[in-house]
């Protein structure tokens, strides 16, 4: 760069911390070198964009995507509020307590460390979305997905999922390991001995997690590191719904193809936030 007097090098996100390590401070010719980046598609569509774009103030361009079958689109992204409030794109959702009839409220507190409100869940209630198997949230699911959680585990079962006897979600299993499900011809073909990894119950520890399935395989990641991959391919089998008016997808536990809609397999301990995208988060994606 210095032979050539060239004082601009353009790259994809994939690489950003790499070049904002090297290049962030370095010059040519006494001017400072200008970075160009593309590719940020996560950030399309947030209404925060402004506030996430500001770390990168660095950068003399950077390119955002736009949403396409590639693109990874957010559909499904459930925050909290005071008051044991959430919601889900901006609109309030449901509750649903363990037991038929109890109002058992879920309580939420702020959580200083991400800025955000957290929803602490003690086994007797989860937050509830209903889907079919042709909207946004039913089409992601039988397609090419991602599923992002933020949690502390203190205990339970399921933080975010919609499985039963079929479907896709976290689970903690007996072992204290963090599983992915995922159930494809008749079979669950996930978490085999290989898509899991292990967690921490119990200590405030908190867990970033990331799954992405591409149709032939799937990764996790925890703390924005990939810590397991493998390939997995076939039709996707969706949870029974024999009873229950609606499937329903679950924020703190499972529910039950019952009636009346009933919960399983609660989760406990802190969530500060679960997502589900249309689409594969790329690697900067996660890390970013």
């Given at each position: 760069?210095?032979?050539?007097?060239?004082?601009?090098?353009?790259?994809?996100?994939?690489?950003?911390?790499?070049?904002?390590?090297?290049?962030?401070?370095?010059?040519?010719?006494?001017?400072?070198?200008?970075?160009?980046?593309?590719?940020?598609?996560?950030?399309?569509?947030?209404?925060?964009?402004?506030?996430?774009?500001?770390?990168?103030?660095?950068?003399?361009?950077?390119?955002?995507?736009?949403?396409?079958?590639?693109?990874?689109?957010?559909?499904?992204?459930?925050?909290?509020?005071?008051?044991?409030?959430?919601?889900?794109?901006?609109?309030?959702?449901?509750?649903?307590?363990?037991?038929?009839?109890?109002?058992?409220?879920?309580?939420?507190?702020?959580?200083?460390?991400?800025?955000?409100?957290?929803?602490?869940?003690?086994?007797?209630?989860?937050?509830?979305?209903?889907?079919?198997?042709?909207?946004?949230?039913?089409?992601?699911?039988?397609?090419?997905?991602?599923?992002?959680?933020?949690?502390?585990?203190?205990?339970?079962?399921?933080?975010?999922?919609?499985?039963?006897?079929?479907?896709?979600?976290?689970?903690?299993?007996?072992?204290?390991?963090?599983?992915?499900?995922?159930?494809?011809?008749?079979?669950?073909?996930?978490?085999?001995?290989?898509?899991?990894?292990?967690?921490?119950?119990?200590?405030?520890?908190?867990?970033?997690?990331?799954?992405?399935?591409?149709?032939?395989?799937?990764?996790?990641?925890?703390?924005?590191?990939?810590?397991?991959?493998?390939?997995?391919?076939?039709?996707?089998?969706?949870?029974?719904?024999?009873?229950?008016?609606?499937?329903?997808?679950?924020?703190?536990g499972d529910y039950r193809d019952t009636a009346t809609p009933s919960i399983q397999n609660p989760f406990i301990g802190k969530i500060v936030y679960a997502k589900l995208y249309k689409g594969v988060l790329s690697n900067s994606d996660i890390t970013n």
């Amino acid at each position: 760069m210095q032979e050539n007097n060239v004082d601009g090098i353009s790259f994809d996100s994939d690489v950003y911390q790499a070049m904002k390590t090297n290049f962030e401070n370095a010059q040519v010719n006494n001017r400072p070198v200008r970075q160009y980046s593309w590719n940020y598609r996560i950030y399309y569509n947030e209404p925060d964009i402004y506030e996430k774009i500001k770390k990168y103030s660095h950068l003399t361009v950077l390119i955002i995507g736009f949403p396409n079958e590639e693109i990874p689109k957010l559909i499904m992204d459930v925050q909290f509020a005071d008051k044991g409030i959430a919601t889900n794109m901006n609109e309030e959702i449901s509750s649903l307590p363990i037991v038929e009839g109890t109002t058992n409220a879920i309580e939420t507190r702020w959580n200083s460390s991400y800025e955000k409100y957290e929803a602490v869940f003690d086994g007797s209630n989860f937050f509830y979305i209903p889907y079919s198997k042709e909207d946004a949230i039913g089409k992601a699911m039988k397609g090419m997905f991602s599923m992002e959680i933020l949690f502390s585990p203190d205990g339970g079962v399921n933080p975010f999922s919609s499985m039963e006897s079929g479907g896709l979600g976290y689970e903690i299993t007996s072992g204290n390991q963090l599983a992915f499900y995922y159930r494809a011809n008749n079979k669950w073909v996930l978490p085999n001995n290989n898509f899991q990894t292990p967690i921490q119950l119990g200590k405030d520890i908190y867990y970033h997690a990331v799954v992405t399935y591409d149709k032939t395989t799937f990764r996790m990641y925890i703390n924005g590191t990939k810590v397991k991959e493998v390939k997995v391919s076939g039709t996707f089998n969706f949870p029974k719904k024999d009873q229950a008016p609606d499937y329903l997808l679950g924020i703190g536990g499972d529910y039950r193809d019952t009636a009346t809609p009933s919960i399983q397999n609660p989760f406990i301990g802190k969530i500060v936030y679960a997502k589900l995208y249309k689409g594969v988060l790329s690697n900067s994606d996660i890390t970013n």
